[in-house]
């Protein structure tokens, strides 16, 4: 199975009075990543007309098409293609076999006894 990590980030974007908006990403986003998804949802009042007029170069993308001082809920999702990314992707979704079933990777967080948490925690992030 083909091990692929990704990264997501989303936020909440004021459109311009022109109706667009451009969306500074962080510094390391473009360079640890690469096959971009984009996914545009307008807040407040519809917005078929919203679209990305400039994909991501240099940080940032545009967004087009909204009313003025409209808000529009982003989320860029990109491919990460570094050498740690490379060599190290995760499966996000690996069944449990044999003692595993019944208990948990994390316990606590699932509010019953430690007793039931897979192995020690060090053990667990070890590759």
Known sequence: MTKITRDVISDLWPLYASGEATVEMPDWFESLNAEFRYQLTAVGAPGPDLYVAGEIAGNAFRIAGGEPGAKVCWQVTGVRH??????????????????????????????????????????????
């Open 82 to 127: 570094d050498a740690v990314a490379a060599q190290r992707g995760f499966d996000v979704r690996v069944p449990k076999t044999g003692d595993d079933r019944g208990h948990y990777l994390d316990a606590v967080a699932h509010g019953v006894p430690a007793e039931l948490e897979i192995g020690p925690r060090d053990e667990r992030l070890e590759d």
